[in-house]
C-alpha cells in the first residue's frame, strides 16, 4: 500500500560525499517524521538523521557538520546529503517514515529495504 525505497548508495572513498534519496510511493494521505538509521556490519541498526514534516532535524552526533537531512514534500521524498565520508560511515543506510495511509484513522511507521554505502581506501 505505501512502500518506501532508498537508492543513491554506493562505494566512495573516505572525503568523498553521496546523496541518498528515500521515494515514499503509494496511497499516501500524509507523511509525518522521517529517518534515517544505520547498520554496520556485525552492528545493531542505529538512529542518524530525523526531519519533521515541517523541516525541523535532529542528528546523531557523529554525522553532525557533515550529513543534512532534506525533505521534499511534494515529491514525498527524503534526501540524506553525506559530506566528508568516513570509513566508520560505512554501513545499511535505512528509511523510516510515520505515514498516514489514504482511508486509515491511524498512524503507521515503515522501514524501507536499505542501500549500502561503502567507504573504503
Known amino acids: 500500500q505505501v512502500r518506501l525505497v532508498e537508492s543513491g548508495g554506493g562505494l566512495v572513498q573516505p572525503g568523498e560525499s553521496l546523496r541518498l534519496s528515500c521515494a515514499a510511493s503509494g496511497s499516501i494521505f500524509s507523511i509525518n517524521d522521517m529517518r534515517w538509521y544505520r547498520q554496520a556490519p556485525g552492528k545493531g541498526r542505529d538512529w542518524v538523521a530525523t526531519i519533521a514534516s515541517a523541516g525541523s532535524t535532529n542528528y546523531v552526533d557523529s554525522v553532525k557538520g557533515r550529513f543534512t537531512v532534506s525533505r521534499d514534500n511534494a515529491k514525498n521524498t527524503m534526501y540524506l546529503q553525506m559530506n566528508s565520508l568516513k570509513l566508520e560511515d560505512t554501513a545499511v543506510y535505512y528509511c523510516?517514515?510515520?505515514?498516514?495511509?489514504?482511508?486509515?484513522?491511524?498512524?503507521?511507521?515503515?522501514w524501507g529495504q536499505g542501500t549500502q554505502v561503502t567507504v573504503s581506501s
Open positions: 523510516n517514515a510515520v505515514v498516514r495511509v489514504i482511508g486509515d484513522a491511524y498512524d503507521r511507521a515503515i
